[in-house]
């Protein structure tokens, strides 16, 4: 297998129906069990008002020059210079929520009972979500010279 | 390795003793889930004769094995009690995150009894359990409800089911609310909540939901998501939801207008037809993890006022609607939001308001306020759902049933009383299908289109819709395919969509539970499951002389359509229940014979044999 650019998950608000797929099927793949809570995708339901945007599915958005890498103090959080990819390395992380406080989008989440934060890792490459969800309000965007195995 | 039991939380509200315990995989396995332990638990758990409204009552919120899995359709409980409207076996489905959130907790049936001495609600997370006072809750609309615990316990993962002013009244036609928009709607569950003095209940967890094999489960489900994206049937069922029903019983002749009186409403087809819908439709909501997700979200003006809705469904559409004489779809959505407020069943309502419409045209209502009231006329119709919900004035009498109205109101208008053993209609007139007759006879709980929906084989197949010969049989096939899908359980949506069929259902149950499930072993439970549940009902004191019809509906031929002309009268009801008492094992009484009962394995005190 050839390196692969990594970017973000695509989020289609309109295609959303606020079912939650994507978060049910994130926590059985990082953590082996079916869930909501500790989901690193998560939707946010404007009801019962129900004005737009009504359903609005959150993960990290790989953000340029990200904010929550700049104020991580134990470079728990990285960014690859080339992709934008912003990763988590969860032995280093002493859950301090500093990154938590610092997200514009809310995108990344600290687990007091594991002590440490949680984020989108884009699943290495082939996001659980985008495969899951059957309205496909969530995608892979993937940009630059992308190659396949 | 998987056990197939029922883990059950039972909270006695009164003395707020708690217990845990487990229905044992010897029970458990043979009934499944959701409808199967319910019929069993109500039958072993309820002593006879106990009002519905009593303290005595048992109140069960049920999950099945696939609850709370990516599996399509996992995202619904059940709610099974005695119900007040009828006092026989009462099941209503819900879908929300209570059914998810359930089963997060660590338990499979929550199993309430009991009165609280004050209001309150119930707050479960996991192993910590505590009855929480609702003094600040009470009176306050369902959706207000929600939304203020909610903001106290999370808007993500939170199960939250909450009653209105109706449940709060006692109102025989009052549902249980969640995720808004969501009802356990049918036989008056909400009233029984009420009469527990419980507003609501909150759970939240963070146990395993137990599968035997995750990745075989995932593996499932991702292949179900591309059949769903390639399929013309779910595709259709995405776009128009069950509005499109409206289009197949209008052109059949089975839509129910003006209480029944008609069977076609041309009025609808533009306004409350699929199409005027979708005129209407901003966009699109799913049920918990759905891979088909069907719901609509409207947008409308009424009274320069922006109303917003998930909904409406066909059931609404037809029994607020074209039931009421109405076709502004306006008023059809404002009626649903009041509904959902104020924690009124849609179908009941629709009932109840069309027979007060009936009776002030025919000049049978001694309140001069409302002699006027006419079919069409949708801000009485507006005016007498708060009424209903607050008991006030007709309303009060209206809040108990149309069959207690009619029987209060007399002056023959028991003839035009379209329930059975007090259960509201829903909204198919069997006359322009007879195996809806028998469906509505028969079913448990009373007048219900849930347990089978014989349009599929009388209008979209070639079932002759106008014979009662053979039709017990059919009917059976459909009943028992929705009794399997409503024990696993799961929205029986999927099933003729997608399709999946019951063998597919059988991959997903082994999948979960690790042992090997077919077809014909879910169908064994389904018989199982239904004559437990009629086991129940006999106990209760119900029997062949209860499961009739409103003699509109034997007597009365409709006027116009297709099905013009055509009755089945009692006589034709006489056979197609000697023909399906038959196929189910029961006596010409519809009792269910020792040897059907031994075959099954069903034991009548308590337990399985």
Redesign the interface.
Known sequence: MSEREIRKLGIDV?AC?????C???CV?EHH??????VARI????N??????P??KPVACRMCPDAPCVAVCPTEALWQDEETGFVGLDEDLCIACGFCEEECPFDAIWVLEDLGVAIKCDLCGGDPVCV??????AVSFEQGGTAQKD | MYEHVARILSVDLGTGERGRSVLPEEVASPYIGGRGWGARLLLDVLPPDVNPLSPENVLFFLTGPLTGTPLPGSGKYLVVTKSPATGAFCESYSSGLLAPALRFAGYDVLQLTGRAAEPSYLYVEDDYVELRSAEDLWGLDAFEAETELRDRYGHRATGVAVIGPAGENLVKLATIGSDYYRHAARGGVGAVMGSKNLKAIVIRGSQEIPVADIDRVMAIQRRLVEQVRSSPGAQRQMNYGTTSTLAITNEAGMLPTRNFQEGVFPEAWGHIDPEGIKKITVGRAGCYACIMPCARLVEVERNDECLRLEGPEYETLAMLGSNLGISDSSAVVAQNLACDRLGLDVISAGVVVGFAMECAERGLLSDSTLEDMRFGDADAALQLLDDIAHRRGLGDLLAEGVARAAEEIGKGSERFAMHVKGLEFPAYDPRAGFGGGLIYAVTPRGACHRRAWPPAVEVLSDAPPYEVEGKAKLVKKLYDERTILHSLLVCDFHHPAVPLGIDDYAELLSAVTGTEWTAEDLQVAADRIETTARLFNIREGFGREDDRLPLRILEEPLPEGPAAGQLFGQDGLDVMLDEYYEVRGWDRAGVPLPETLEWYGISTDGGQA
């Open positions: 309109e129906t606020g079912c939650q797929a978060s049910l099927v059985s082996g069990r079916f869930g909501l809570e998560r939707v946010h339901k009801v019962p008002e129900l004005a737009p009504r359903f495969r899951h969800c059957s309205t496909q």
